[in-house]
């Protein structure tokens, strides 16, 4: 079993920044990926940014988090990170921090583990 509790959400105004952290117990090593996922009121949950847990690869980015979001892990801390910069009022929503054992592909988003979520909210 993987535990995940993520922290670091908040209300910012438009433009400025957050880091979400998420910290992992349990049996880590397993792990192959972690992502963070959003989801605002009345939507659906949308994948953010997904890292592999090993050395090789690049980070995978929604559209909406190209440019402004950067993903990162430190293995040592067993935590992963979401800087967010440039935050939008559309950027408002729930931030979840998921991770899976499994090899997957980017259409796969039923990832195993999840956190209870961190509240971010963007006012104009």
């Known amino acids: 079993q993987v535990h995940l509790v993520e922290s670091g959400g908040g209300s910012v105004q438009a433009g400025g920044s957050l880091r979400l952290s998420c910290v992992a117990s349990?049996?880590?090593?397993?792990?192959?990926?972690m992502a963070w996922f959003h989801q605002a009121p009345g939507k659906e949950r949308e994948e953010v940014a997904r890292?592999?847990?090993?050395?090789?690869?690049?980070?995978y980015y929604a559209d909406s988090a190209k440019g402004r979001f950067t993903i990162s892990r430190d293995n040592a801390k067993n935590t992963l990170y979401l800087q967010m910069n440039s935050l939008r009022p559309e950027d408002t929503a729930m931030y979840y921090c998921?991770?899976?054992?499994?090899?997957?592909?980017?259409?796969?988003?039923?990832?195993?583990?999840w956190g209870q979520g961190t509240q971010v909210t963007v006012s104009s």
């Open positions: 349990g049996y880590t090593s397993v792990l192959k990926y």
């Open positions: 890292i592999y847990t090993g050395d090789s690869g690049s980070p």
């Open positions: 998921a991770a899976d054992s499994r090899w997957l592909s980017l259409t796969r988003v039923d990832f195993i583990y």
